[in-house]
C-alpha cells in the first residue's frame, strides 16, 4: 500500500524481480529491477514505510533461499513510478576491527559473529527512538530470531542481534522448540508474542534427532509472551515470568499438517494475531479445521480465555480490538468471513437440550435443540448471545452433528402445522392458511438470516453436505412461494382445488398406508393439512392436471380447464424461480454458482447463464411427469387449422391455447435451465427435446405447416438446441438459419456437423460451404468422418464444360480418397465393399493408373463380397432351424471386415449349401471367381511367410486351428466342399463320352472354375488342389478323382478369364455394385 492516498493501491513483485504497480488509474509495470540478485527469486513482500520526504513505499522482498533486500518504489507525479533494488541484507555481524583482528592473531572463537536465520518472514516493528533507522524489522527463522535496522538510505540494514528460540524461551540445549508464529505488540510492556510447538517433557532424555523407538512424542503448541529490554535493538527479549509467561494451547500440528513458511494461501499450520490486551491464536487441527483460542495478556501472565473449533479452512486471521480487554476476531475463510466470539459467553442461558441414546443420534438432536434456541435469541433481536449458542453447537456436536441439525429444523419450519389450538378454531380456511404460509414465508426468511449472520454455513465450510442444505434451505422458500401462489389461485377456481387436495392426500395416505384412518372433529381440515405441510406441494400438479381430462373433449369446458391448468402449473414454477432470485439477491453466498459450460455459447440470444444453482425440486419425477401430460393434454384439445377456417372464435380459441401452451414450455425450460446451469448437458437436453417437439406440434396442428413452428424455433434459439435451430429453420426460416451461420463460428461449425449427420439435410451442408466460403482444410476436417460424401464435394467443383485432364484429375482424387477409404474401414464390411466399387468406377471412367493399393482394394472387395455369402447363408440357416417353411430372402447383418483366413474358414462351412442356391440365381460365377482369388490370396500369404503347403497337405490338420496346418486344413476342405455340392454333375462327367460337350460341362462346375482361374495366363494351379494329399483327407472324392483330374490336368481356359482383357478389379465392378449397393452400404 503506499503512503499517500494517490500512491500505489497494490505493487506485485514478480518471479524475475519485474515490478508491476497497480495504482488508482491503469496499472504501470516497469522493466526488471537493475542490481537485482542473481538466482533468487521472490517468496514474499512486505510494505513498509518510504524514507522522509519521498513519495512511495519500501518493499522488504524475501527470496525462496531465505535471503532479504530492499526495494524502493518511488512516485514522480501522477502514475509515474521508479523501482531501486538495494543489496542484500548481511547475514553475519561485522566485529570491531581492533576485536576481530586480536581473534584472528590468538585463533580464539569467543565472540564469533552470529549468523542469521534464512528468512520465513518478517515482522516489522517502529524505529526505536533516537536511533536514526527508518524501520527495524524481526526476521524469523524455523527455530532462530534476528533484529535489523534499517538506515534512511538503500545502504544494507545492520544486523543487530541473533537468538534461537530456546535460548530466548529459557529452554535448554535439547530442546528444539519449532516457530509457528510471532507478533508485535505495542500495550505495556511492549514485547513479543511467540507461538511454537515442542514435544512435552518427559523423564528419560530425548534422543538425538527425535529418532526415539516406538510412539512418537505428544507436540503441544505454546503461546509465550517476551518483553522488551530498554536498548532492545541491542538486546534480545526476555522471559520476564517464565511460570506465567507461557501459556499450552493444546495439541501440535501433526507433521503431515506442519507446512513451511511462506507457503501458498490457505495452507498455514498457525495464525497469530493481536490487539490491545488480547490475542488470538488459530492452529491447524486437520486438513479442514482449526483450534481457535483467545488468549488475554494479563499483567500476571496469559489466560486462554476460549478455545473452539473451526470447521474451515482459514486464508487470515485478525483481531479488531474494542477496548482494553474486549475484541472481535474476524477469520477468513474460503467461504466467507466468520466473525468468532472471544470471551466465553457471559449471560448466554442453558438451553436445555434433548437426551437420546447415542444410536439414536444424540448430537445431532442436541445439535437441533441449540441452534432452535439460538435462532430464537436471533428472532428476539440478540444477535451476539445467538451467535454464541451458535458457536458452542459447533463445539458440543461437531459440523457434522450441526449440519444434521440444520437439515432438521429447516425441514421443521416447512411442515410445521401452525393452525392447531383454539385460536384457529371457527376461523375460515383460506383466512387460516393465507395466514400460515404468510408466517412460514417469514420464518424461513428468518431462518436463512441466522444461518448467514451467525456463521453457520462458513463454519460448515467445506463439509461434504453442506452444499445440499444450502440447497435444501432456499428450496424451503420456494416451496412456500409456490404454494402460496397456489394459495391464491384457489380463491379463483375453489371447487377445482377442493378435488385436486382431496385427491393428493388421499393418494398420499394410501402411499403411507394410513388411508383407513379413522377422522374425529378435532382433525384439521383437507385445505389446512395440504397448506400446513407444503414438504411435497408439487403433487397437487398431477391432480390439477387431470382436472382437464374429466371434462367432455370438444366443449368450451375443457378448453377453459386446459388453460386454467396451463396458468396454473406455470403460476407453480414462476413463483418458486421468482422466490428462488429473491434469495439469491438477499444472500449471495448462499448458493453455489454455476459450473463452467460444457459448451461456449453459440448465439446471442440464449440466455444467460443463472447466477447460482438450486436444487432440483422442481425437475422431480412428479413435476416432469405432470408437465408431460399437460402438454399432450393441449395436443389433444387444441383445434386442428383445417377445422377453424372460416370460424373466427374457433381460430380464436386455438391460438388461446396455443399462446398458454408457449408460455408453459418456456417456464419449463427456465426451470430446466436455473436447475442445471448447462444448456448442453445430458439433463437439459432430455428435458427440453419434448418440450419443443410437441410445441411445434401444436403450432402445425394449429396454424397449418404453411406457416412454420415459430414460437418453438425462438425458444430453441432462447435454450441454444442446435438440432431443433437448424431443422426448425431450414425447414422455414432458411433466411433466418444463414444470419446465425454468419454471426456465429461456433453456430456454423455444429450446423455443419448436424447438416452431416441427417442424411436429409447433407445437400445444405454444400449449399453453406458455397454460400459461407468454409475454408477448405475446415471442409476436409468436418468430411473425414465421411469419406463417401468426398467425391461429391470433388465432382462438384467442375463445371458442366470442364475439360478432359480436370476430369481425369478429379477422379484420380475420387479414386485415391476411395481407395484410402476401403484400407482404413475397420467396422462395415458393406461400407468397405462400396468404397472398393467407387474406386473401380473412378478407374474405368477416368482411365487412371491401376496402382498397387487399387489392386489390394480388389482384393478386399472379393473378401467382402464372400464375407456377405457366409453371413446371408449362416442367417438363413439358423432361421431354417427354428422356424419351418420357406423363408424370403433377407439381407444379411453387417459386420466389421474379417481376415482372409476367417473368411476361408466360414466359407468352407457354407459353400455347400451357398453354390446350388447361387447358381439358381445365376451368380455362381463370380462366386467361383472370389472363392479362387481367396485361395490365390491365402496360398500366397503362406508362401510369404516361407510355409511348405506341400508338406502339410498330408498331415489332416483340424481347419479351426490358427496354425499354418489348420490354414491348410481349411483350404482343403474349401475344395471338397465345392466339388461335393456338384457331386451329381461330376458323376455325370465320369459317366459322359470325351468331347466338346462333355469339356463344358467340366468347364461349368465350380471345382474346375475355381482350378482354372488365375490372374495372370502362365500362372499354375493353387497347390492345395493336389488330388492325392484331397482324396486321402476326404475319402469321399476318391470316386470322383478321374473327373476332377480333368479340369486341373488343363491349363486355364479362356472363358474364365475377364472379357476384354482387362484388370480383374476393373472388371468385377457390375459384380460389385450387384452384390453390396452403394445406397444400402451406407444405411
Known amino acids: 500500500a503506499g503512503a499517500r492516498r494517490d500512491g500505489p493501491c497494490s505493487v506485485v513483485v514478480g518471479a524475475d524481480f519485474q515490478v508491476v504497480v497497480f495504482p488508482q488509474g491503469e496499472r504501470c509495470s516497469l522493466p526488471r529491477l537493475a542490481g537485482a540478485p542473481l538466482g533468487q527469486s521472490p517468496a514474499f513482500v512486505v510494505a513498509a514505510p518510504a524514507p522522509r520526504g519521498a513519495s512511495g513505499v519500501a518493499l522488504v522482498v524475501g527470496t525462496t533461499a531465505g535471503r532479504l533486500l530492499t526495494v524502493a518504489l518511488k512516485q514522480s507525479g501522477g502514475d509515474s513510478f521508479s523501482a531501486e533494488a538495494g543489496p542484500l541484507w548481511p547475514t553475519t555481524r561485522s566485529a570491531g576491527g581492533l576485536k576481530l583482528f586480536l581473534n584472528r592473531v590468538l585463533g580464539s572463537s569467543e565472540d564469533q559473529a552470529p549468523t542469521a536465520p534464512p528468512a520465513r518472514a518478517v515482522e516489522l516493528l517502529p524505529a526505536p527512538a533516537g536511533s536514526g533507522a527508518l524501520f527495524a524489522a524481526l526476521v524469523l527463522g524455523e527455530g532462530d530470531v534476528a533484529l535489523y535496522a534499517h538506515p534512511q538510505s538503500m545502504a544494507a540494514p545492520e544486523l543487530l542481534w541473533v537468538a534461537s528460540l530456546a535460548s530466548l524461551l529459557g529452554m535448554g540445549a535439547v530442546a528444539r522448540p519449532r516457530l509457528l508464529a510471532a507478533k508485535h505488540y505495542c500495550e505495556e510492556p511492549t514485547g513479543l508474542l511467540v507461538l511454537f510447538a515442542t514435544a512435552e517433557a518427559s523423564g528419560e532424555e530425548e534422543p538425538p534427532d527425535g529418532e526415539a523407538e516406538g510412539s512418537s512424542p505428544r507436540c503441544t503448541t505454546s503461546l509465550a509472551r517476551l518483553s522488551w529490554t530498554p536498548q532492545f535493538w541491542r538486546e534480545p527479549p526476555r522471559l520476564t515470568a517464565p511460570e506465567a509467561g507461557i501459556v499450552g494451547l493444546g495439541p501440535a500440528p501433526s507433521a503431515s499438517l506442519l507446512r513451511p513458511w511462506g507457503c501458498a494461501a490457505g495452507e498455514e499450520s498457525a495464525f497469530l494475531a493481536a490487539a490491545g490486551r488480547m490475542a488470538v491464536v488459530a492452529v491447524r487441527a486437520s486438513e479442514q479445521k482449526f483450534t481457535l483460542c483467545t488468549v488475554s495478556l494479563t499483567p500476571s501472565g496469559l489466560v486462554v480465555a476460549r478455545s473452539q473449533p473451526l470447521q474451515a479452512g482459514l486464508l487470515g486471521l485478525a483481531l479488531v480490538s474494542e477496548g482494553a480487554s474486549s475484541g472481535r476476531v474476524a477469520a477468513l475463510t474460503p467461504h466467507g468471513l466468520l466473525e468468532c466470539p472471544t470471551q466465553a459467553g457471559e449471560g448466554v442461558p442453558e438451553l436445555e437440550v434433548e437426551h437420546e441414546d447415542e444410536d439414536m443420534g444424540a448430537a445431532d438432536v442436541g445439535a437441533h435443540g441449540l441452534l432452535r434456541g439460538a435462532y430464537d435469541l436471533y428472532a428476539g433481536g440478540q444477535e451476539e448471545r445467538s451467535a454464541d449458542v451458535a458457536s458452542r453447537a459447533f463445539e458440543r456436536f461437531g459440523a457434522a452433528g450441526v449440519l444434521t441439525g440444520v437439515e432438521r429444523c429447516t425441514m421443521e419450519l416447512l411442515d410445521a402445522p401452525g393452525l392447531t389450538g383454539a385460536r384457529w378454531r371457527g376461523v375460515d380456511d383460506s383466512v387460516a392458511t393465507r395466514h400460515l404460509l404468510f408466517d412460514k414465508a417469514g420464518d424461513l426468511q428468518q431462518w436463512l438470516g441466522f444461518l448467514s449472520a451467525c456463521g453457520i454455513w462458513t463454519r460448515l465450510g467445506g463439509l461434504p453436505g453442506t452444499v445440499r442444505a444450502q440447497q435444501k434451505a432456499c428450496e424451503a422458500c420456494e416451496r412456500v412461494a409456490a404454494a402460496s401462489r397456489l394459495r391464491e389461485l384457489d380463491d379463483c377456481a375453489p371447487k377445482v382445488f377442493e378435488a385436486a387436495i ?151 380459441q386455438a391460438l388461446r391455447i396455443l399462446e398458454s401452451l408457449h408460455d408453459l414450455c418456456r417456464t419449463t425450460l427456465r426451470v430446466g435451465y436455473a436447475s442445471t446451469g448447462d444448456l448442453h448437458v445430458d439433463s437439459m437436453a432430455a428435458l427440453r427435446r419434448p418440450v419443443l417437439q410437441h410445441l411445434a406440434m401444436a403450432e402445425e396442428t394449429a396454424l397449418g405447416q404453411s406457416r412454420g413452428a415459430q414460437r418453438a424455433l425462438s425458444l430453441a434459439e432462447q435454450f441454444e438446441d442446435i438440432e431443433a435451430v437448424v431443422a426448425l429453420a431450414a425447414k422455414d426460416d432458411m433466411a433466418r438459419l444463414d444470419e446465425h451461420l454468419r454471426s456465429s463460428p461456433t453456430f456454423c461449425t455444429e450446423a455443419l456437423m448436424y447438416f452431416l449427420r441427417v442424411a436429409e439435410l447433407r445437400p445444405l451442408f454444400f449449399r453453406a460451404v458455397r454460400l459461407l466460403e468454409i475454408p477448405r482444410a475446415q471442409v476436409d476436417d468436418l468430411l473425414r468422418p465421411y469419406p463417401e460424401l468426398l467425391w461429391i464435394l470433388h465432382v462438384h467443383s467442375l463445371g458442366q464444360d470442364a475439360p478432359r485432364p480436370d476430369w481425369d484429375r478429379v477422379l484420380s482424387k475420387v479414386n485415391n480418397q476411395a481407395v484410402a477409404a476401403a484400407h482404413g474401414e475397420r467396422h462395415s464390411s458393406a461400407k468397405r465393399d462400396a468404397f472398393a466399387a467407387l474406386a473401380a468406377i473412378a478407374q474405368r471412367a477416368g482411365a487412371a493408373q491401376t496402382c498397387s493399393r487399387s489392386a489390394d482394394v480388389a482384393e478386399s472387395a472379393c473378401l467382402g463380397r464372400l464375407q456377405r455369402v457366409c453371413l446371408r447363408f449362416s442367417a438363413q440357416e439358423t432361421a431354417t432351424s427354428s422356424a419351418s417353411g420357406g423363408c424370403k430372402r433377407s439381407s444379411p447383418p453387417d459386420q466389421p471386415p474379417a481376415s482372409a483366413e476367417e473368411i476361408l474358414r466360414r466359407l468352407a462351412g457354407c459353400i455347400r449349401t451357398a453354390l446350388p442356391v447361387v447358381h439358381a440365381e445365376g451368380a455362381d460365377g ?46 482343403q476342405l474349401l475344395w471338397a466342399e465345392v466339388a461335393l455340392a456338384e457331386e451329381a454333375s461330376w458323376r455325370e462327367v465320369l459317366d459322359a463320352h470325351e468331347g466338346i460337350s462333355r469339356d463344358a460341362l467340366v468347364s461349368s462346375l465350380g471345382f474346375a472354375r475355381m482350378a482354372r482361374w488365375s490372374e495372370e495366363e502362365s500362372e499354375a494351379p493353387p497347390r492345395s488342389v493336389a488330388l492325392e494329399p484331397l482324396c486321402e483327407a476326404f475319402p469321399d472324392l476318391r470316386p470322383l478323382a478321374p473327373a476332377l483330374r480333368l479340369s486341373v490336368g488343363r491349363g486355364s481356359s479362356s472363358a474364365m478369364q475377364p472379357a476384354g482383357g482387362c484388370g480383374a478389379q476393373a472388371a468385377s465392378v457390375g459384380n460389385l455394385l450387384f452384390a453390396a449397393p452403394a445406397a444400402a452400404a451406407f444405411r
Open 926 to 971: 463370380r462366386l467361383c471367381i472370389d472363392a479362387a482369388q481367396l485361395v490365390r490370396l491365402v496360398e500366397r500369404g503362406l508362401e510369404e511367410a516361407r510355409v511348405d503347403v506341400a508338406h502339410f497337405l498330408g498331415t489332416r490338420a483340424n481347419a479351426l486351428e490358427e496354425t499354418p496346418a489348420g490354414v491348410i486344413g481349411a483350404l
Open 502 to 652: 382431496r385427491r393428493t392426500l388421499q393418494e398420499a395416505e394410501a402411499a403411507a398406508g394410513t388411508g383407513g384412518a379413522a377422522k374425529n372433529g378435532d382433525d384439521p381440515s383437507e385445505a389446512r393439512r395440504y397448506y400446513g405441510s407444503v414438504g411435497s406441494c408439487e403433487r397437487l400438479l398431477a391432480s390439477l392436471v387431470d382436472y382437464p381430462r374429466s371434462l367432455p373433449l370438444g366443449s368450451c369446458d375443457v378448453t377453459d380447464a386446459v388453460l386454467f391448468a396451463n396458468a396454473a402449473v406455470a403460476a407453480f414454477l414462476e413463483a418458486a424461480l421468482e422466490r428462488r432470485s429473491q434469495v439469491i439477491s438477499a444472500f449471495p453466498a448462499l448458493l453455489p454458482p454455476p459450473k463452467p459450460a460444457s459448451k461456449p455459447r453459440c448465439l446471442s440470444v440464449s440466455s444467460p447463464p443463472p447466477r447460482a444453482i438450486g436444487s432440483d425440486w422442481l425437475l422431480s419425477p412428479v413435476v416432469l411427469g405432470a408437465l408431460d401430460q399437460l402438454r399432450r393434454a393441449n395436443l389433444e384439445v387444441i383445434p386442428a387449422a383445417s377445422m377453424t377456417q372460416g370460424l373466427p372464435l374457433l381460430d380464436a
